[in-house]
């Protein structure tokens, strides 16, 4: 059974730092696409940035800059640094990846459960 689980959510003021780790776990065959999303209270989920298996990254425009992703092969993690902090990134923080279970297995897209990162003074 494969699973993803989030780390590193928290509180944190305005302008601080918080570092997200998403770790999947079970037996798979690969791993593709990996990302982030985020959802506010109130409003859609919405994309957050995304790394491919080969390191090619892509951010909302809102965080660019102040974010970072990034992935570990080997370990089958996904990281985001989040700098610069601001209330307007609170948000429950999904991470997702796009794999396959075995060779021969459609490519599917699973995700976690989420981690609360909440900015405020």
């Known amino acids: 059974q494969v699973q993803l689980v989030e780390s590193g959510g928290g509180l944190v003021q305005p302008g601080g730092s918080l570092r997200l780790s998403c770790a999947v776990s079970g037996s798979i065959f690969t791993v593709y696409a990996m990302g982030w999303y985020r959802q506010a209270p109130g409003k859609q989920r919405e994309l957050v940035a995304t790394?491919?298996?080969?390191?090619?990254?892509n951010y909302e425009d809102s965080v660019k800059g102040r974010f970072t992703i990034s992935r570990d092969n080997a370990k089958k993690t996904v990281l985001l640094q989040m700098n610069s902090l601001k209330p307007e990134d609170t948000a429950v923080y999904f991470c997702n990846a796009d794999l396959m279970l075995t060779a021969s297995s459609p490519r599917g897209t699973y995700g976690g459960r989420g981690t609360q990162v909440t900015v405020s003074s």
């Open positions: 790394i491919t298996s080969g390191g090619n990254t």
